[in-house]
């Protein structure tokens, strides 16, 4: 059977790593969710005494509300990355190489994060206003069951209590699911983000170590040239590339991932064109290739080309 040229997950889970991931996903998550609910009201809150303070006409109350919906929308994302980011971050110690794992991993704990978000809002909102954070935290758990939560969440569709808007209650849920939705969204994307261009060196059992080289490469008019020179033999990589002192505009950052103990090396090409624009000098990057397997002597060739 031929190698492959490039670099692919292996897709393997430890058991240990698969039954830590989710419990040591979800307590930050948790701690997310609490946050994201406190931070939102207060939001709400600011921006619903400013409406009442500043009311200058129809043009500035759609301007208003265009940026709490804009803050939102920002709080939203902070915090769904942040879920998703923690469960990659925790990926490297656990040395998960399933990105479909990871992947269903930041879903599930970002819908638990959301539900528990629900929770603490809602006590927020019909508890007590003279009760302490922690209090609230521990009234939350009394509406987490699924019957009390959504029998809550009624009663604040009912009374259209989202400020600044006036909405119904069909218009509140498609609201919450509309949220819930970017919120797993989000943390599912982010959950991948530091292991899927890193390899894992399966005979050290151990991560990559990232070098990045800026050098020089032959002018060609067509990319698709290189990728196409590389595959046939990417063992000639190191023609494409020339040493300092030409004269191009055309440069390539090759990244390395290097596991020195099992001798695995592999290089990610992208193609930088830089341009003038407007009198400035601006890089406009293309990927070539991502991850293409190379050996020992190719990697030293390629290192002693570049400047």
């Not at 948790?30 to 409406?51: A, D, P, Q, T, V």
């Not at 006590?123 to 609230?136: H, M, N, Q």
């Not at 959504?150 to 919450?176: E, Q």
């Amino acid at each position: 059977m031929n190698k492959p040229l490039y670099y692919n997950h292996s897709g393997n889970v430890s058991k240990i790593g698969a039954i830590l991931l989710p419990f040591i996903g979800v307590l930050p998550a948790l701690i997310l969710g609490g946050l994201y609910s406190f931070l939102g009201i207060e939001l709400n809150e600011f921006y619903r005494k400013e409406l009442w303070s500043w009311n200058d006409g129809p043009l500035y109350l759609y301007a208003f509300k265009g940026g709490h919906m804009l803050a939102h929308l920002a709080l939203l994302s902070f915090f769904a990355s942040l879920m998703g980011h923690w469960i990659g971050l925790i990926a490297i110690p656990l040395k998960i190489r399933n990105i479909r794992f990871l992947r269903v991993t930041g879903f599930i704990v970002a819908i638990l994060g959301i539900y528990w978000s629900w929770a603490v809002w809602l006590e927020l909102k019909l508890g007590s206003s003279d009760s302490a954070w922690i209090d609230s935290l521990w009234w939350s758990l009394y509406r987490l069951p699924p019957e009390a939560l959504f029998l809550n969440m009624d009663l604040i569709a009912a009374r259209d209590s989202i400020p600044p808007f006036s909405v119904g209650a069909f218009t509140s849920y498609s609201l919450w699911i509309l949220e819930a939705i970017c919120i797993a969204s989000i943390s599912t994307l982010f959950a991948t983000g530091y292991i899927i261009d890193r390899p894992f060196c399966e005979e050290g059992n151990s991560w990559s170590k990232k070098e990045i080289l800026k050098q020089k490469f032959i002018k060609i008019s067509d990319v698709g040239l290189l990728v196409a020179g590389v595959e046939r033999d990417f063992k000639s990589i190191s023609e494409f590339l020339f040493p300092e002192g030409e004269s191009t505009q055309l440069f390539t950052r090759a990244t390395f991932h290097v596991e020195q103990n099992s001798n695995s090396y592999f290089i990610t090409l992208d193609a930088i064109n830089v341009v003038e624009v407007d009198g400035k000098h601006k890089e406009k990057t293309q990927r070539i290739f991502s991850n293409l397997i190379i050996n020992k002597a190719v990697y030293e060739k390629i290192k002693s080309v570049g400047g």
